[in-house]
């Protein structure tokens, strides 16, 4: 069995429709760091504050957990709360810890 740990991040871009957010998921297993998830997306919800950044991160790595990291075989295990956005920092979502059953 392997355990993991996955976070995301968003930062706001603009793109040619609009504002757009820069959505990067990743999953650290011991001493590596895979990228999981990279795109722009629009947003969902009006972008009125920070919280709402990190609600936005929050959300679409639920999404990538439960889609793109299902299909591999992970499963979560628990998660934390989303982080109160301070000012300078990256908007993040939850940490995550995953599991993947099955592996020696």
Do not use: C, N
Not at 37 to 60: F, I, M, Y
């Amino acid at each position: 069995m392997r355990f993991g740990r996955v976070e995301g991040i968003v930062v706001p871009v603009e793109t040619p429709d609009g504002p757009g957010l820069r959505l990067t998921v990743s999953l650290e297993t011991g001493s590596r760091l895979t990228v999981i998830r990279d795109e722009t997306l629009r947003p969902v919800r009006p972008l009125e504050d920070r919280a709402v950044l990190s609600w936005h991160a929050d959300q679409w790595t639920q999404e990538t957990i439960g889609v793109e990291l299902a299909l591999k075989g992970w499963e979560v295990v628990s998660g934390g709360g989303v982080p109160d956005p301070e000012p300078g920092a990256l908007a993040r979502s939850a940490s995550y810890v995953v599991r993947q059953p099955g592996l020696g």
